[in-house]
């Protein structure tokens, strides 16, 4: 028996060396990988800036016991409506910006919906119907600049009380 446990003995090396060495070959997977660089950009770019210039001038009006308006454009031009006067003496005139920006950079602009003046007695009037030139977007030159005129409609009460009225107009732009 000793000899027959023997060679089972050896018989069961030589089988469990055959087995771990099967078992480590098929085991070994070869791994592939990839890699790849991509270029990462960003560019810092001038702020758009929005300057004041001119504020936004109505001139002289008178009332009566009607409504009216008195619409400026964003060229000057004064258009009365209804129950409210302008005197031709006073001067009047829209509101102006610099646009300062990017080269040839297309902005966007948005005009408030309407601003409400306040005059020393309490009593207000509301301009709205904002306008601009340019509409809706401009357009920076080729030195990065740009003019924007804004007018709107003044609406006029009737008996509106005398006095000075004023409020804030609000105007932004942004890169299109």
């Known amino acids: 028996m000793f000899k027959r446990s023997s060679l089972n003995s050896s018989r069961w090396r030589r089988c469990s060396w055959l087995i771990l060495l099967l078992s480590a070959q098929s085991g070994s997977v070869t791994v592939q990988a990839a890699s790849a660089d991509a270029v990462v950009l960003a560019e810092v770019v001038s702020t758009l800036s929005l300057v004041n210039q001119a504020d936004m001038v109505f001139g002289d009006i008178a009332s009566s016991n009607a409504p009216g308006a008195v619409i400026l454009s964003p060229g000057g031009t004064r258009l009365t409506v209804g129950g409210a006067f302008v005197s031709s003496t006073v001067s009047s005139g829209p509101a102006v910006f610099d ?78």
């Open 99 to 176: 646009v300062v920006g990017l080269p040839n950079a297309v902005y966007a602009i948005t005009l408030p919906v309407s601003v409400t003046l306040s005059g020393a007695s309490g009593n207000s009037m509301v301009v709205d119907s904002f306008t601009s030139q340019p509409a809706n977007t401009g357009l920076t030159d080729s030195g990065g600049q740009q003019n924007l005129f804004v007018g709107g409609r003044l609406n006029v009460n009737s008996n509106q009380a005398i006095g000075a009225y004023s409020g804030i107009m609000t105007v932004t732009i942004v890169y299109n």
